[in-house]
Nanobody, 124 residues
Framework: QVQLVESGGGLVQAGGSLRLSCAAS????????MGWFRQAPGKDRDFVAT????????TYADSVKGRFTISRDNAKNTLYLQMNSLKPEDTAVYYC?????????????????WGQGIQVTVSS
């Protein structure tokens, strides 16, 4: 069982930055691919970014490419999402997720564990 806890969300003006963190329980964090997803009100949960277990490869949604950076510190069992040049359309609840294989995926159905989500609001 893996427990995931997000932090770092909040309210920011357009053009600003935030860094989300996701703390994971367990001793085998490096064996899990990790992902970030987001869900805006009235919309489906969308893929944001994913990273392999050892952090050797990352993939991003086109909407965040060049602005967001996913990273991980396996020694600290922590996943990060650095968000720069934020736009009002980035407003959503952001979720971190863990997949019980080291290979990343953009499909939410591939993930086995989810955090509770954290609100990010970008004002115009």
């Amino acid at each position: 069982q893996v427990q995931l806890v997000e932090s770092g969300g909040g309210l920011v003006q357009a053009g600003g930055s935030l860094r989300l963190s996701c703390a994971a329980s367990g001793r085998t964090f490096r064996n899990y691919a990790m992902g970030w997803f987001r869900q805006a009100p009235g919309k489906d949960r969308d893929f944001v970014a994913t990273i392999t277990g050892i952090g050797s490869s990352t993939t991003y949604a086109d909407s965040v490419k060049g602005r967001f950076t996913i990273s991980r510190d396996n020694a600290k069992n922590t996943l990060y999402l650095q968000m720069n040049s934020l736009k009002p359309e980035d407003t959503a609840v952001y979720y971190c997720a863990a997949r019980t294989t080291p290979s990343g995926s953009s499909w939410s159905g591939h993930y086995d564990y989810w955090g509770q989500g954290i609100q990010v609001t970008v004002s115009s």
